[in-house]
């Protein structure tokens, strides 16, 4: 419409010349966010932009610690959105809107100082809450009275003609760069040390590769000298070949000089020495031998002489013996022959004599029984009668079973028998007389038929003796 | 004394956060919620606070607030 006038969002509409309500209120009237009829001739408009503006402050400013600074800051302003400030900020700046950020700005560089003298340089550096509240504190008010709102004073440069913030760095500058030379030498000592660890090696593989070069250099030229010294080695070499060969045909020569030396001195030589040796080596034998048979033929004659004395002496020896042998088989066989008849002459004498005291015996039992009390004594004698065939018996037996040698022929022998049966008869006799006579002959004759007893062994004893005194000649 | 103007809201009673620490004596900032949309106010206390209750406008764009 034409007369129908609407604002941006950004501004706000300012309109005189109509009738007011009157009160408290402003003498215009403040439109914004709508439109509004603007009555041509009678009433004007203007607009009032609402939007940020900034303003560039440098000032010298001092710090609470007295250091000068320059400070380059920019504020960040705008007026404010509510009918108060708008209203304020007309009356003051609706014909100068442009001039706006420069009047501003030399608002803010008075209170710039006011707030950077509040602070320290450690502040204004590291504090922004701190800064902000200055801010606040040092502008609000008198930015209220001008209907502006500061949206924020940002400190963009400090510069220090002092030195202070360049102090103030100093010893953390002075630690890092410590750190960074420590850091820069170490690098570097590692580094050295990489380096020097690679120039030795590198020295270790050049005189590695130098000692495989001399070897093989060395190795080339004695190739090339062996090579260079072929030729006269070969011509050396089939020198020797010929000398060699001329020494073998010398030592031939020489073998040929000394085999004919050999063929026609020494084997002459020698086969005369044989004959020589030889024919003294028979001389000699012969000799031996002669000798030899000498002393053997001598041997022999004295083993023959030797031998027939001792066969001599041996025959008359075994003569003599085998005569010996006879006779003592002959004079063996008659003693024998003797002793036979001896002992069955005995046989009978004691068989005669057993009779007799056999009978004498029973008669005297019958004696005895016929006494009424009986003799003890006659017993006893009795007893010693019936004993005496077989004392008798037993001294015959006694020479028979002796199996004695009586070599002093049957002489003896009948000696020894006939010594026994008188014996015996004697005793017999002694007892038969004191069995008539009554007398005890135990007191008297016992002894002595011990007696006699030691007689008969005398008496064989001896023929024995004389028998073996005979036999001495017989071994 | 409160001399706001017609056709401003009333932001007595309204809760803001305070953006800049009020200390004794100095302000502090606080945001309020305002036709719409936030606008930073200078706000004054008696004591250092982190969340306020506008009790007071004192000014365009300053109030006085208590701890919330």
């Given at each position: 419409m034409f007369f129908w006038h609407v604002p941006a969002p950004n501004e706000a509409m300012l309109i005189s010349g109509s009738k007011h309500a009157g009160g408290?209120?402003?003498e215009f009237r403040i439109v914004t966010g709508h439109g509004c009829f603007v009555l041509p001739v009678k009433q004007k408009w203007r607009v009032l932009s609402l939007s940020l503006r900034e303003s560039e402050i440098v000032e010298d400013v001092i710090t609470k610690q007295g250091i000068r600074l320059r400070v380059r800051a920019v504020a960040v302003f705008k007026v404010g959105d509510d009918p108060v400030s708008i209203a304020n900020a007309a009356r003051r700046f609706l014909a100068e809107q442009t001039q706006i950020e420069e009047l501003v700005g030399r608002i803010f560089a008075g209170h710039l100082r006011s707030i950077i003298g509040a602070l320290t340089v450690e502040e204004i550096i590291r504090d922004r809450d701190r800064v902000a509240q200055e801010i606040k504190d040092g502008c609000h008010t008198e930015m209220e009275k001008l209907g502006l709102v500061v949206d924020g004073l940002a400190i963009q440069e400090v510069e220090d003609s002092t030195g202070y913030i360049n102090n103030l760095a100093a010893p953390h500058s002075a630690a890092v760069a410590s750190q960074a030379r420590i850091a820069a030498a170490q690098a570097d000592q590692e580094a050295t040390q990489r380096e020097q660890q690679a120039a030795a090696l590198k020295a270790q593989y050049t005189r590695d590769a130098a000692i495989s070069q001399a070897g093989f250099s060395a190795e080339v030229d004695q190739a090339k000298a062996e090579a260079a010294q072929a030729g006269p080695l070969a011509q050396a070499q089939a020198s020797q070949k010929v000398i060699e060969q001329q020494t073998a045909l010398a030592q031939r020569q020489a073998d040929l000089a000394a085999q004919r030396l050999e063929a026609e001195v020494r084997r002459p030589a020698d086969a005369e020495a044989y004959k020589q040796r030889t024919l003294a080596e028979a001389a000699r034998d012969t000799v031996k031998l002669s000798t030899e048979a000498e002393v053997f033929r001598k041997v022999q004659i004295a083993t023959a002489d030797r031998d027939s004395t001792k066969l001599s002496v041996e025959a008359e020896a075994i003569r003599r013996r085998q005569l010996a042998d006879a006779d003592a088989d002959a004079t063996k066989a008659s003693a024998l022959g003797t002793a036979e008849a001896a002992k069955s002459l005995a046989d009978g004498e004691s068989y005669k004599i057993r009779q007799l005291a056999q009978a004498d015996s029973d008669s005297i039992t019958v004696r005895a029984a016929s006494?009424?009390?009986?003799n003890q004594e006659l017993i006893a004698a009795k007893q010693l009668v019936d004993a005496l065939p077989q004392i008798v018996g037993a001294a015959a037996s006694a020479v028979a079973s002796s199996n004695l040698t009586v070599l002093n022929g049957g002489e003896g022998l009948n000696q020894l028998l006939s010594g026994i049966v008188a014996q015996g008869l004697t005793v017999y006799q002694a007892l038969r007389q004191s069995l008539v006579t009554g007398d005890s002959p135990l007191s008297g004759h016992a002894m002595p038929g011990a007696g006699n007893e030691d007689v008969g062994n005398g008496s064989s004893g001896e023929p024995a003796n004389d028998g073996y005194g005979g036999a001495g000649p017989r071994r | 004394m409160s001399m706001a103007p017609p056709g401003n809201h009333e932001i007595i009673g309204a809760v803001g956060v305070v953006t800049l620490p009020i200390r004794e004596g100095k302000p502090g900032e606080v945001v309020l919620k305002v036709r719409g949309g936030t606008e930073a106010y200078a706000a004054w206390a008696d004591e250092p606070i982190a969340k306020a209750v506008v009790v007071?406008?004192?000014g365009a764009h300053s109030v006085q607030v208590t701890p919330l």
């Amino acid at each position: 419409m034409f007369f129908w006038h609407v604002p941006a969002p950004n501004e706000a509409m300012l309109i005189s010349g109509s009738k007011h309500a009157g009160g408290t209120g402003p003498e215009f009237r403040i439109v914004t966010g709508h439109g509004c009829f603007v009555l041509p001739v009678k009433q004007k408009w203007r607009v009032l932009s609402l939007s940020l503006r900034e303003s560039e402050i440098v000032e010298d400013v001092i710090t609470k610690q007295g250091i000068r600074l320059r400070v380059r800051a920019v504020a960040v302003f705008k007026v404010g959105d509510d009918p108060v400030s708008i209203a304020n900020a007309a009356r003051r700046f609706l014909a100068e809107q442009t001039q706006i950020e420069e009047l501003v700005g030399r608002i803010f560089a008075g209170h710039l100082r006011s707030i950077i003298g509040a602070l320290t340089v450690e502040e204004i550096i590291r504090d922004r809450d701190r800064v902000a509240q200055e801010i606040k504190d040092g502008c609000h008010t008198e930015m209220e009275k001008l209907g502006l709102v500061v949206d924020g004073l940002a400190i963009q440069e400090v510069e220090d003609s002092t030195g202070y913030i360049n102090n103030l760095a100093a010893p953390h500058s002075a630690a890092v760069a410590s750190q960074a030379r420590i850091a820069a030498a170490q690098a570097d000592q590692e580094a050295t040390q990489r380096e020097q660890q690679a120039a030795a090696l590198k020295a270790q593989y050049t005189r590695d590769a130098a000692i495989s070069q001399a070897g093989f250099s060395a190795e080339v030229d004695q190739a090339k000298a062996e090579a260079a010294q072929a030729g006269p080695l070969a011509q050396a070499q089939a020198s020797q070949k010929v000398i060699e060969q001329q020494t073998a045909l010398a030592q031939r020569q020489a073998d040929l000089a000394a085999q004919r030396l050999e063929a026609e001195v020494r084997r002459p030589a020698d086969a005369e020495a044989y004959k020589q040796r030889t024919l003294a080596e028979a001389a000699r034998d012969t000799v031996k031998l002669s000798t030899e048979a000498e002393v053997f033929r001598k041997v022999q004659i004295a083993t023959a002489d030797r031998d027939s004395t001792k066969l001599s002496v041996e025959a008359e020896a075994i003569r003599r013996r085998q005569l010996a042998d006879a006779d003592a088989d002959a004079t063996k066989a008659s003693a024998l022959g003797t002793a036979e008849a001896a002992k069955s002459l005995a046989d009978g004498e004691s068989y005669k004599i057993r009779q007799l005291a056999q009978a004498d015996s029973d008669s005297i039992t019958v004696r005895a029984a016929s006494l009424a009390s009986g003799n003890q004594e006659l017993i006893a004698a009795k007893q010693l009668v019936d004993a005496l065939p077989q004392i008798v018996g037993a001294a015959a037996s006694a020479v028979a079973s002796s199996n004695l040698t009586v070599l002093n022929g049957g002489e003896g022998l009948n000696q020894l028998l006939s010594g026994i049966v008188a014996q015996g008869l004697t005793v017999y006799q002694a007892l038969r007389q004191s069995l008539v006579t009554g007398d005890s002959p135990l007191s008297g004759h016992a002894m002595p038929g011990a007696g006699n007893e030691d007689v008969g062994n005398g008496s064989s004893g001896e023929p024995a003796n004389d028998g073996y005194g005979g036999a001495g000649p017989r071994r | 004394m409160s001399m706001a103007p017609p056709g401003n809201h009333e932001i007595i009673g309204a809760v803001g956060v305070v953006t800049l620490p009020i200390r004794e004596g100095k302000p502090g900032e606080v945001v309020l919620k305002v036709r719409g949309g936030t606008e930073a106010y200078a706000a004054w206390a008696d004591e250092p606070i982190a969340k306020a209750v506008v009790v007071d406008q004192t000014g365009a764009h300053s109030v006085q607030v208590t701890p919330l």
